[in-house]
Nanobody
Framework: HVQLVESGGGSVQAGGSLKLSCVAS????????MGWFRQIPDKEREGVAG???????SYADSVKGRFTISRDNAKNTLYLQMDSLKTEDTAVYYC???????????????WGQGTQVTVS
């Protein structure tokens, strides 16, 4: 099973940038679909961005044009570049992984511990 550890969170002023990293161990991420999610207290976790094993990406409307998801399979690392940050981006950010197969798969069974992003 893959284990995930996020880093790169912190406090930043509105309009600033942060880059989150998610380092994987236990398996190579090249064959996994990877994603970034975020959660604020008393709200459901929401998907922010995803990247499939073929490199295709998707974004939540709220972050399109501001966030960029990428992966470096050689380094077994997932990234989220966050630019033009807004106060509403404040949340705990999690990376997650799922292994898709033709016969079906368990959605997002692997999660990191989260990293706090605070925009003021």
């Amino acid at each position: 099973h893959v284990q995930l550890v996020e880093s790169g969170g912190g406090s930043v002023q509105a309009g600033g940038s942060l880059k989150l990293s998610c380092v994987a161990s236990g398996d190579t991420i090249g064959r996994y679909c990877m994603g970034w999610f975020r959660q604020i207290p008393d709200k459901e976790r929401e998907g922010v961005a995803g990247i499939e094993s073929d490199g295709s990406t998707s974004y939540a409307d709220s972050v399109k044009g501001r966030f960029t998801i990428s992966r470096d399979n050689a380094k077994n690392t997932l990234y989220l570049q966050m630019d033009s940050l807004k106060t509403e981006d404040t949340a705990v950010y999690y990376c997650a992984a799922e292994l898709r197969s033709v016969g079906g798969w368990e959605p997002w069974p692997y999660w990191g511990q989260g990293t706090q992003v605070t925009v003021s």
